[in-house]
């Protein structure tokens, strides 16, 4: 009998698909992807792959937002109740809300968030180029959804701007506390820090660098350092070994993400064998979706 990821090969060529795995899954589904990144680096891939279907293998969020960039491609999440937490802490009906309270703001919205939510954006930004993005819209006063982490970051970055915080945070990177990261120091004095800006201020504090998964590797693969601390979710180690070999990764072994690791090599591929579940986003929504994250890339 074929092992599971064969299956998943085979009906992989036969669906035409390509399957796109986060960072902080597992290793073994990430070891099954075509593609693994952060989820701006998967949803650019998505939105120009030539495949008849896109597996996601993430948090629903994503998903959506591969189907927003590419609506014409079938999208399917092996786990669709993978909802991120932080998305969850910010509705489309709070962000009408909020622009009501503060009429003459622009709202900026981090690109973990749901369909609907993104609809109500003025423009999307990533972990990446959120002070850009910030520093690139005309209006002084800035609602930014839903990480109040990554909007103090930006808000420590751009004076210039009146940042408006939500009260949203991701539960795995506000976990992670200063003594974490100073308790790892003391194992490892010799490593760099690199931390994910979805943490607190503190913690950011503590780091070499600060920046989204996709950086961190980049960081460490261009650093002569051979050891390095990451705050930031469990799983990217594997990549980082993969990509970095010969250096060493540690982390706050309470950095997991439990909806990112839903996904298995099983419900990848009764995803392939069944064509379900597919991420369907209404018409209106997806087009306003869409120029929110399309605005996004049009910001140097
Ligand atoms: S790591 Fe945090 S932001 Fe990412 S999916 Fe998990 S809860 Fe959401």
């Known amino acids: 009998m074929a092992s599971v990821a064969d299956q998943i090969t085979e009906m992989k060529k036969r669906r035409k698909a390509v399957i796109l795995a986060h960072n902080y899954c597992l290793p073994e589904v990430q070891d099954t992807a075509d593609h693994v990144g952060d989820s701006l680096g998967l949803s650019l891939i998505a939105s120009r792959t030539d495949a008849d279907v896109i597996v996601f293998c993430g948090v629903t969020f994503m998903a959506e937002s591969a189907k927003i960039l590419n609506p014409k491609k079938k999208v399917l999440i092996p786990e669709p109740f993978a909802a991120c ?15 009501r ?17 993104k609809a109500e954006m003025d423009i999307c930004c990533t972990s990446s180029n959120a002070v ?24 420590s970055k751009v004076p210039s701007k009146e940042i408006i915080l939500w009260n949203g945070y991701c539960p795995v990177h506000q976990a992670i506390t200063q003594q974490n990261i100073t308790d790892l120091k003391g194992k490892h004095p010799d490593a760099k820090v690199m931390a994910h800006p979805e943490c607190r201020a503190d913690v950011l504090s503590t780091a070499d660098m600060v920046g989204s998964t996709e950086k961190m590797a980049e960081y460490a693969k261009a650093s002569a350092a051979k050891e ?12 980082l070994a993969k990509d970095c070999p010969g250096k060493r990764f540690y982390f706050p072994e309470h950095a997991v993400c439990s909806v990112m690791k839903m996904t298995s090599l099983q419900s990848i591929l009764k995803a392939l064998e069944t064509m379900s579940p597919e991420v369907v986003i209404d018409h209106d929504t997806r087009e306003r979706a869409s120029a929110a994250l399309k605005k996004m890339t049009e910001v140097k």
């Open 101 to 117: 309270c503060h009429k003459d703001a622009c709202v900026v919205g981090y690109v973990n968030s749901t369909a609907s939510a």
């Open 228 to 239: 390095f601390i990451a705050a930031t979710e469990i799983g990217m180690g594997h990549r």
């Open 132 to 155: 850009n993005v910030v520093s690139s819209v005309s209006e002084k006063e800035v609602i930014f959804v839903p990480d109040m982490n990554l909007g103090s970051f930006v808000a």
């Open 85 to 99: 937490p932080m998305a969850s802490m910010c509705t489309a009906e709070q962000i009408r809300d909020a622009k």
